[in-house]
């Protein structure tokens, strides 16, 4: 095949596939991958909320940031690979949260209700103990405690 037949070919290939794609424009700034994130359940005590799953360190940083609303009974569930002191802020979050750290023995290690920052100075907040997980969830919705057991479900 001549360069210029396969130089064709891709024209038409491009054109072809271009469409398909679409072209997404998004005011809210959400990370499209923020879509493909992994689900599962928590549960804390006789509560239960339906988790998306951030793992990896840019699913992280992204968070729930730039959502207008979280729906009653859903959240984020970060995952970290070390047990630490894991501070978050609330940097672009709109909603207020309840952080609910959790530690590697699946126990609730501390709590904390964080209000949206729209400002460049965002203050953290950091756990009293060491977490493996931190949960977020609408503020007002956790009505555990320090030292109750989570479940995970998938």
């Not at 359940?41 to 968070?63: L, N, Y």
């Not at 009974?73 to 909603?95: A, C, P, Q, Y």
Request: contains cysteine; charged residues 25%.
């Amino acid at each position: 095949m001549t360069k210029y037949k396969m130089k064709f070919l891709k024209l038409i290939v491009i054109t072809a596939i271009l469409p398909l794609m679409g072209c997404q424009h998004s005011t809210s700034e959400i990370d499209p991958a923020q879509h493909a994130l992994e689900r599962t359940t928590v549960t804390i005590g006789d509560q239960s909320w339906d988790v998306e799953v951030a793992e990896t360190t840019a699913q992280r940083q992204q968070g729930l940031m730039f959502r207008e609303e979280l729906k009653a009974g859903t959240g984020m569930l970060f995952v970290f690979k070390e047990e630490d002191f894991h501070s978050f802020w609330m940097r672009n979050t709109l909603i207020p949260l309840e952080l609910i750290w959790i530690g590697a023995d699946l126990k609730v290690v501390d709590a904390h209700t964080l209000q949206p920052c729209t400002t460049d100075k965002c203050p953290t907040t950091e756990p009293s103990q060491k977490a493996l997980y931190v949960l977020e969830v609408n503020a007002g919705e956790f009505k555990g405690a320090v030292g109750e057991f989570i479940f995970f479900k998938q």
